[in-house]
């Protein structure tokens, strides 16, 4: 039994994950485990393993764009298609990707594939929208509509402007709810900020999500660095996962509703190796 320090994520609190690397004694990763091959404990209870997800399941990417009148008066439209021309083009083929607007309303463009000539198509023919931005609308509605609890690595990746956000209100208590969610669904959240008039909640709310879930954060004041950004943010997703590809992702019932403080984990094997991780965060930037 693997002893774990750090506390793992508690989302509904009935439910927590941890993640797991095994490997043999060679080195090399074991794959074709299944939730029968995992023992996991709280405080020496040993609980129930709803899912044992690989590592090497693809990312689910959904991909918010802020197409608000702020990028035509930066004339960033350009410069945008071109950043997420560079994105789907550097991101690894086997990621799904979900394409969104988020100006006025939260708009599908491409619903989650891995055609890369659809992703280039709904990115070529991008206009700008009317209203301000939906930042927070688009991400809430994102996380509630477009996953669910069988995405073994949902990613949301945020390229926002800091222009007018008309979102409705979420409270102190509603954000911090809706980022424990994240973090229990195993989720990672990207954002791109252009900033064109110096900063603002896009780039708070941005900072925020990015520091809690271990994601990519980004800001700039020129809508000519968005296509090296997106393609450099592309490259760390993919190296990310080929880094995290060994971890797999346990989720388990506990019996009440307290996490417990001591975590243990075992597998089932001809003396494998096992770590244990709290999350898959990026290392800092």
Do not use: C
């Not at 945020?158 to 208590?173: C, F, H, I, L, R």
């Not at 660095?225 to 990310?240: F, K, P, R």
């Not at 019996?255 to 800092?284: H, I, S, W």
């Amino acid at each position: 039994m693997v002893a774990l320090v750090a506390a793992p994520a508690a989302f509904a609190q009935s439910q927590g994950q941890l993640f797991a690397s095994i490997t043999d004694q060679a080195g090399a990763p074991v794959e074709g485990l299944t939730a029968e091959s995992f023992q996991v404990q709280e405080d020496g209870a040993i609980m129930k393993i709803l899912s044992a997800n690989p590592g090497t399941t693809p990312m689910k990417v959904a991909l918010l764009v802020d197409n608000s009148e702020a990028i035509m008066l930066s004339n960033g439209l350009s410069a945008l298609r071109n950043g997420l021309a560079g994105f789907f083009e550097t991101l690894p083929l086997q990621h799904e990707v979900g394409l969104f607007t988020v100006a006025g309303r939260v708009a599908p463009v491409v619903d989650f594939t891995t055609d890369r000539d659809e992703l280039l198509a709904g990115a070529d023919g991008l206009f700008s929208g009317s209203g301000g931005t939906k930042m927070i609308d688009g991400m809430r509605e994102t996380w509630d509509r477009r996953f669910s609890s069988e995405d073994a690595w949902p990613v949301i990746v945020m390229v926002m402007t800091d222009g007018p956000e008309t979102s409705g209100n979420m409270n102190e208590d509603q954000f911090t709810a809706y980022t424990l969610d994240l973090l229990g669904g195993g989720a990672m959240v990207h954002v791109v900020v252009l900033e064109t008039r110096g900063g603002g909640m896009q780039s708070q709310i941005g900072q925020n999500l990015t520091q809690n879930t271990g994601g990519f954060y980004r800001s700039m004041n020129s809508p000519t660095a968005l296509q090296d950004t997106l393609e450099e943010l592309a490259t760390t997703m993919g190296d990310h996962f080929d880094e995290m590809s060994p971890r797999y992702r346990l989720v388990y019932e506990r019996p009440g509703d307290t996490p417990g403080e001591q975590m243990g984990a075992g597998v089932v094997g001809p003396n494998y190796k096992m770590q244990l991780f709290a999350d898959r965060r990026l290392p800092p930037q």
